[in-house]
């Protein structure tokens, strides 16, 4: 195992001494790094996201304690070691609540330098092995799904493998119902994958997901990420039913013709999910109007349109204000409106209104996201969103980083995760896991060219899992990370081989 280093030092004999020090006793840290000021520390941190720091506190452009509050703000995943002439060791002391490993007092002596650097090699090893177990059980659940729903199926309800593989609830808490797709045709394996990444993308934000899919039926078990009143997982449900068959018609019609899908109840405990397998009907919605009857509920959808088309998303969302202010019909009005919306435009992705509805100025929240759809049709084809663009400058400049997932983003963004993923995908064309994997493999083929090994690529790219980084490298490009490499080099002594004549 590899690991990079960066020295932040303004005394020239002390970085070189420490340098050497490291060079001849650490051989497992290739790669060491220089500055001599807190502005060019922050820099090559930034661009190369050492493991290891070995800090100075005194240094200039900006302090240590700046430094330190940068990396901090920025959640570096490297560990820092302050390195401190006595006279300032109080000042090193408060480096530690920024996340320091700890202080070395200069002169630095070998032995309280290895202490540091085997606790940092440690810190960095659990980071790599817990990322590793991560892909690893990502793998493993993904692959195990089939088999768990022929159990389903067969009547032998799995619980304890839902519970500790996939995160589900408790038997008898559960929120869950089963989905089912039949298809007017057969569908090739490209097809199949095509529906069930289609699914995934509309479904996995807001619920976790099972499924099995052969040529003429696809079944899906799900369950809402988190606990929600009964009435807003209608309109869960409701909501993503309805863009799943407005998506797949368009993305497949030639194969969906004739396309039926039918759904269980919601089902509290495993066995009564399975026992309701075979009563899957056509999905009816069933919450609490209030006194309307049918004629008022459809005069009002006719005039939440009409305004739309007027482009004014406020009086649109105005007019089922009166559901708005009773809590009993609170749920009905969110559903009278996102009805509305799909007459509008049946293209419009409702779960994104959905994901966006603030609870405690619902009105507001509605009527700000209809009024982006209804102003900025054009611009979202030409451009993202800004925070979405933030979202991908952040991707590729923490291209390396453990911690960045789609969660950890949202949550920088300050934005809802789910409503994030969506938002992510929509603006880009692809979740933020296919997004991710694209920036990494730019950036391994460029480390490549740069003369870095496969290993090191893995690691600076972020893979703990070297095997799964030389299959992902090996799908994407169509040849190997080692054949790459290969290759380069023979072109390489080509380039420089001379013929006497």
Not at 121 to 139: D, H, N, W, Y
Not at 241 to 246: D, F, N, R
Not at 342 to 363: F, H, R, S, T
Request: one cysteine or more; glycine letters at 6%.
């Amino acid at each position: 195992m590899s690991y990079s280093l960066l020295i932040v030092e303004d005394e020239r004999l002390e970085a070189e001494m420490l340098e050497d020090m490291i060079r001849n006793s650490y051989p497992q840290i290739p790669y060491i790094y220089s500055a001599d000021n807190g502005i060019d520390a922050l820099r090559l941190t930034q661009k190369k996201n050492p493991d290891i720091v070995l800090l100075d506190i005194n240094i200039p452009g900006i302090s240590g304690i700046e430094y330190m509050k940068a990396l901090s703000e920025n959640h570096f995943q490297g560990h820092v070691v302050i390195t401190t002439a006595y006279d300032s060791f109080q000042y090193a002391k408060e480096t530690m609540k920024y996340g320091a490993v700890g202080y070395l007092l200069k002169p630095i002596m070998d032995t309280e330098l290895s202490e540091f650097m085997e606790k940092c090699f440690e810190l960095v090893q659990e980071k790599r092995k817990a990322q590793q177990i991560s892909e690893g059980m990502i793998s493993i659940c993904s692959y195990a799904q089939r088999y768990l729903m022929n159990d389903f199926l067969r009547g032998n309800v799995p619980e304890r493998a839902m519970q500790n593989a996939y995160g589900w609830p408790a038997d008898g808490n559960l929120q869950a119902r089963m989905v089912r797709l039949c298809f007017g045709k057969e569908l090739d394996e490209s097809r199949q994958k095509e529906v069930v990444q289609t699914m995934e993308s509309i479904f996995q934000p807001f619920f976790r997901t099972l499924w099995t899919i052969d040529s003429r039926k696809l079944l899906c078990v799900f369950t809402p990420q988190e606990c929600h009143e009964a009435e807003a997982l209608e309109v869960a449900v409701w909501c993503a039913a309805s863009v799943l068959v407005c998506v797949l018609e368009k993305k497949a019609a030639d194969c969906l013709i004739g396309i039926e899908i039918t759904f269980t109840k919601v089902c509290s405990t495993y066995r009564e999910l399975m026992e309701a397998v075979p009563g899957a009907a056509p999905f009816q919605i069933s919450l609490n109007m209030g006194e309307q009857s049918a004629y008022d509920r459809r005069m009002k959808l006719s005039k939440a349109v009409q305004r739309m088309r007027e482009g004014n998303a406020k009086r649109a969302v105005h007019v089922f204000h009166g559901m708005f202010e009773q809590k009993e019909t609170w749920w009905g009005g969110v559903y009278l409106f996102l009805k509305a919306v799909l007459q509008y435009q049946e293209e419009i992705d409702v779960m994104d209104g959905l994901l966006a509805v603030d609870a405690k100025k619902p009105m507001e929240s509605l009527a700000g996201w209809l009024q982006e759809i209804l102003t900025q049709p054009e611009q979202k084809d030409v451009s993202i969103h800004p925070v979405i663009a933030e979202a991908v400058r952040i991707m590729e400049k923490e291209y390396g980083s453990l911690e960045l997932s789609q969660a950890t983003l949202a949550e920088r963004l300050g934005l809802n995760p789910a409503y994030s993923s969506r938002r992510f995908k929509k603006e880009t064309g692809q979740n933020f896991s296919t997004s991710m994997t694209q920036i990494r493999m730019c950036h391994a083929k460029e480390l490549l060219d740069q003369g870095m090994t496969p290993e090191q690529v893995s690691v600076k790219c972020g893979y703990t899992n070297r095997k799964y980084f030389y299959e992902t490298y090996r799908l994407y490009y169509g040849i190997s990370a080692a054949q790459y490499v290969q290759r380069n080099e023979n072109n390489e002594r080509g380039k420089n081989t001379s013929v006497e004549i």
